[in-house]
């Protein structure tokens, strides 16, 4: 049986060696966000044209990679399963695909054959001494794919962390791999205005001590967090951990000690933040990184008493249908993760599901309280899901509520400027008859 070392030696590589394990009419599967390989997806893209047919399936991309081309999309062609700045464009014009799901079902679309797999390419840590890489910058769907893959391609780079969790892969696994030392692209904490200020202040002021956290992706949520320095004992179970959850572990207010489900231990599926949110996250103890199927599954986050979920919207109607990731029929991001969290919320014990959002859009020119949502939007959250919806101008609690009750508190917390023009929807519709 070779070594570790000896089986790192021979399947390193060029990029462009790399790239001969992949053929035409392959699906490359790679990771959420800065997990995905640069030097990979890079000569990917320069070799684009002696290619055909080849589909790049990833989740949140980062970067926008010289294969982002109309005109060779024939020969590499990406496939979204949650648009990003860099994917969004493609998306809206057609020439990127779009592909719905629960993020917590990902895997499992994998594993049965109903998402195509063909190789793997994913960006990890050095190995170790036993030979393992640590995927921990998305652990993600990628952990399923490997297991499904012909080929598995790493780029190694000593700035990835290698994190706890089942979130490893071993050398004898590893088709090829090539190494660089770039910087992993840093994600910081958006700017908070009064909007996103008061909108933290409500949310924060209903979570309790000792609750166990989920932070979805945007900038209302991170301003959410940040208002929560002053909480004690908080925990993590989320999908993504940012420089914003790094705050609370280092003012204190996250400790895991209350955590009824893996108590001591923050667990995510995916990373994106700062120099200092990787560095935190090497062979940390308090950390360990989990697929998506474990920590998105409504029936495993929803263990964890007092499971607050906080995840952003762009429009909410008046029974309380969220969509969250369109304008209108034109894709914006994706699920994600809101769906699984709503109701991971709604099946804990204690758990509270907010749905955040500004009241208004385009320098309150339009509300995103709707009387319906706009034709084509994809929903999100359905109206049997939603818990609380929470703009700057206060919370509405939805669950167990008639559609009357309903229409009366979305009303109250949308835009004063649009309240009566709401109600008079409200009428025609016969919400309030």
């Not at 199927?293 to 263990?303: E, L």
């Amino acid at each position: 049986m070779q070594k570790p070392h000896d089986l790192y030696q021979a399947r390193r590589g060029s990029a462009l060696d790399a790239l001969a394990h992949v053929r035409d009419g392959d699906t490359i599967i790679v990771p959420t966000g800065v997990g995905e390989p640069p030097t990979l997806l890079a000569a990917l893209s320069e070799q684009r044209r002696q290619f055909n047919d080849i589909r790049v399936t990833q989740l949140l991309a980062v970067r926008k990679y010289a294969y982002f081309d109309p005109e060779t999309a024939h020969h590499v062609r990406h496939a979204s399963l949650f648009f990003s700045g860099a994917s969004r464009e493609a998306g809206q014009q057609g020439w990127a695909d779009f592909i719905p799901n629960h993020f917590s079902e990902i895997p499992s679309l994998i594993e049965r054959g109903d998402m195509p797999c063909d190789v793997v390419f994913s960006i990890a840590s050095p190995m170790d001494e036993h030979g393992y890489f640590s995927l921990s910058l998305g652990v993600d769907y990628t952990m399923a794919a490997i297991k499904k893959a012909r080929a598995v391609i790493l780029e190694v780079n000593p700035n990835v962390p290698f994190a706890n969790g089942p979130c490893h892969i071993h050398i004898s696994q590893v088709t090829a791999l090539v190494e660089s030392r770039d910087a992993i692209i840093e994600v910081g904490l958006p700017k908070i205005g009064p909007v996103q200020e008061a909108i933290g202040k409500y949310v924060s002021d209903m979570i309790p001590d000792g609750s166990t956290l989920q932070i979805g992706y945007g900038g209302i949520p991170d301003a959410v967090v940040l208002q929560l320095t002053g909480k004690h004992d908080l925990g993590i179970h989320s999908e993504m951990i940012g420089d914003g959850i790094l705050k609370l572990v280092e003012c204190g207010s996250v400790t895991n000690r209350k955590k009824n489900f893996l108590p001591g231990k923050m667990v995510a599926t995916f990373a994106l933040g700062s120099q200092r949110l990787y560095q935190f996250m090497h062979q940390n103890s308090m950390l360990e990184m989990h697929p998506s199927n474990f920590t998105n599954d409504p029936h495993i986050a929803g263990q964890n008493n007092q499971l607050m979920a906080i995840n952003a919207s762009l429009q909410v109607d008046l029974l309380g249908q969220c969509g969250s990731e369109s304008i209108a029929h034109s894709p914006y991001s994706g699920t994600g993760g809101q769906s699984d969290f709503v109701r991971s919320a709604n099946r804990s014990a204690g758990g509270k599901a907010f749905i955040v959002l500004p009241s208004t859009a385009k320098d309150n020119a339009i509300s995103r309280v709707v009387p319906t949502l706009t034709a084509g939007a994809h929903v999100s959250t359905s109206k049997n899901d939603v818990n609380y919806v929470v703009t700057e101008f206060g919370v509405a609690q939805l669950r167990g509520k008639s559609a009357r009750q309903r229409a009366a508190a979305l009303i109250a917390i949308a835009h004063p400027d649009f309240r009566a023009e709401l109600r008079e929807a409200a009428n025609r519709l016969e919400i309030f008859r």
